[in-house]
């Protein structure tokens, strides 16, 4: 039997998020492990799951769309480009990527309650 949980106070969320998988998730013992390459297109609603593929797959160039919202405006945005950079910091507290549109515009896109970057990214799906 499982149990689920229901919340709707996002700051508690927040807390159990960082909880998870900065001091959960990093003593948990890897069982398994997919190798080889990924399969195109992938979604992605967390960026570090993103940015780990993107270093360990050499995906820097690859094409991304973008669903979510301008941090300080909290206007829905949809966007496509390439990956030009990505950026993890120690601790992976901080994960993001930068992507570059057609039009030559540049944004940082970070995850989940981001706040330094451009774009917060409900979804991002990687391209081929």
Known sequence: MGYALIIKDK????????????ALWPTGELIYKKKG??????????IRSLVEDIRNHNLIGNEIEIYGKFVKTREPVHLTG?????FESEGKVISNITVETKEGERYVVGG????????EADLMILKG
Request: charged residues 25%.
């Open 82 to 86: 390439k990956i030009i950079d990505f």
């Open 11 to 22: 700051n508690l969320l927040f807390m159990l998020d960082r909880y998870f998988y900065h």
């Open 112 to 119: 989940w309650n981001a706040s330094l970057e451009d774009i």
């Open 37 to 46: 390459k990924i399969k195109l297109p992938k979604s992605y609603m967390h």
